[in-house]
T-cell receptor, first 113, second 115 residues
Framework: GENVEQHPSTLSVQEGDSAVIKCTYS??????FPWYKQELGKGPQLIID?????GEKKDQRIAVTLNKTAKHFSLHITETQPEDSAVYFC????????????FGGGTRVLVKP | EAQVTQNPRYLITVTGKKLTVTCSQN?????MSWYRQDPGLGLRQIYY???????DKGDVPEGYKVSRKEKRNFPLILESPSPNQTSLYFC??????????????FGPGTRLTVL
């Protein structure tokens, strides 16, 4: 089955700096790669996703890149703000095969004011 | 408002005492799933359902049961809870298929402690 690894497990950045989280996946058939943000006491919420026919996607201060050949994808947060502090999860899925998401282990991001 | 609800949000119980965590969604989604979240392990799928009366095991199904008698509800049952089932549980729902704008919606979580 699919295996997703996520690094780093913790990330501390100064407000205004950029944060980058990297994930690798094992199954070349995966074609959907969402990123979720989990705030304290809440369930994961989708912040951005990318499909295998696209190499990069951007939404305001967040962007995701996908390298299908190397089987890795990354989340980039620019101009970080204290409200970006949360746990971030990457995931991989073959959406044609029953919607199963395989998650990475999570990255705890702390943005210091 | 589109949402997934779970009850209870917090539960402390003792080994062997049967419990049920309820999950309900109001989006008419075919697909529903249960995950458990443990530090450093991310979210791992316990069971999933692709429609009414259709359920299947995920990656960590041991010690759990589910049922899907109605489309909107997907309860998680622990017949004889053990301390290693102490965890944070999430229910999720999704459209089944590959449409370009769908995503998986998560409930707020249930923190379970088994003593």
């Amino acid at each position: 089955g699919e295996n997703v690894e996520q690094h780093p497990s913790t990330l501390s950045v100064q407000e205004g700096d950029s944060a980058v989280i990297k994930c690798t996946y094992s199954d070349s058939a995966s074609n959907y790669f969402p990123w979720y943000k989990q705030e304290l006491g809440k369930g994961p919420q989708l912040i951005i996703d990318i499909r295998s026919n696209v190499g990069e996607k951007k939404d305001q201060r967040i962007a995701v890149t996908l390298n299908k050949t190397a089987k890795h994808f990354s989340l980039h947060i620019t101009e970080t703000q204290p409200e970006d502090s949360a746990v971030y999860f990457c995931a991989a899925s073959m959406r044609a095969a029953g919607n199963k998401l395989t998650f990475g282990g999570g990255t705890r991001v702390l943005v210091k004011p | 408002e589109a949402q997934v609800t779970q009850n209870p949000r917090y539960l402390i119980t003792v080994t062997g005492k049967k419990l049920t965590v309820t999950c309900s969604q109001n989006m008419n989604h075919e697909y529903m799933s249960w995950y458990r979240q443990d530090p450093g392990l991310g979210l791992r799928q316990i069971y999933y359902s692709m429609n009414v009366e259709v359920t299947d095991k995920g990656d960590v199904p041991e010690g759990y049961k589910v049922s899907r008698k109605e489309k909107r509800n997907f309860p998680l049952i622990l017949e004889s809870p053990s301390p290693n089932q102490t965890s944070l549980y999430f229910c999720a729902s999704d459209i089944l298929g590959t449409t370009s704008t769908d995503t998986q919606y998560f409930g707020p979580g249930t923190r379970l402690t088994v003593l």
